[in-house]
Antibody
Framework: QVQLQESGPGLVKPSETLSLTCAVS?????????WGWIRQPPGKGLEWIGS???????YYNPSLKSRVTISVDTSKNQFSLKLSSVTAADTAVYYC???????????WGQGTLVTVSS | QSALTQPASVSGSPGQSITISCTGT?????????VSWYQQHPGKAPKLMIY???NRPSGVSNRFSGSKSGNTASLTISGLQAEDEADYYC????????????FGGGTKLTVL
């Protein structure tokens, strides 16, 4: 059974960098598929942030591209998200997920709430 | 890339059928058969219910079905049950960015 688990600070100050890691178990990232990050502001809808292939190729939402970096560490079977220059608008539940094919996410982490506040 | 358009809310009585629409453009929904639907209960992660317009993952009830016509995709739930009450999101591949994905704004389903 594939499982994903997000981890990272729950509180980030404005203008700083949000950093999250997604640990994957039950499947080796090196075996394939894309891996992605999706966020959901409180009471709002889902927003795709970006995806990464096990080789390291990355694909980002154009609206966030200038601030986002997604990386993968196959030795630890995990991938990470960095979002720079955060504001209150970046407050959201952040999910990591396995992306299969062109646009479906079949396994999701439980999500982690990140609040941007001083 | 603009969000796909979904109705904010739909409702139905137990046993009835409901349909949720998801409208996009020829750059996403209308151009590709890569539409997915997710169910999200409060405080939980989204769950994949339909992929590639009309395919159900293993374990998803056959009461859930998907279709597409032009730029609009639809999710139909038949034989409504209380546990179907949740938020539903559509998503689609979009050619507006490399391997891009766009989500709908979400629809709150209330089972009366």
């Amino acid at each position: 059974q594939v499982q994903l688990q997000e981890s990272g600070p729950g509180l980030v100050k404005p203008s700083e960098t949000l950093s999250l890691t997604c640990a994957v178990s039950g499947y080796s990232i090196s075996s394939g598929y894309y891996w992605g990050w999706i966020r959901q502001p409180p009471g709002k809808g889902l927003e795709w942030i970006g995806s990464i292939y096990h080789s390291g190729s990355t694909y980002y939402n154009p609206s966030l591209k200038s601030r986002v970096t997604i990386s993968v560490d196959t030795s630890k079977n995990q991938f990470s998200l960095k979002l720079s220059s955060v504001t209150a608008a970046d407050t959201a539940v952040y999910y990591c997920a396995r992306r299969r094919g062109y646009a479906l996410f079949d396994y999701w982490g439980q999500g982690t709430l990140v609040t941007v506040s001083s | 890339q603009s969000a796909l358009t979904q109705p904010a809310s739909v409702s139905g009585s137990p046993g009835q059928s409901i349909t949720i629409s998801c409208t996009g453009t020829s750059s996403d929904v209308g151009g590709y058969n890569y539409v997915s639907w997710y169910q999200q209960h409060p405080g939980k992660a989204p769950k994949l219910m339909i992929y590639e317009v009309s395919n159900r993952p293993s374990g998803v009830s056959n009461r859930f079905s998907g279709s597409k016509s032009g730029n609009t995709a639809s999710l139909t739930i038949s034989g409504l049950q209380a546990e179907d009450e949740a938020d539903y999101y559509c998503s689609s591949y979009t050619s507006s960015s490399t391997l891009g994905v766009v989500f709908g704004g979400g629809t709150k389903l209330t089972v009366l």
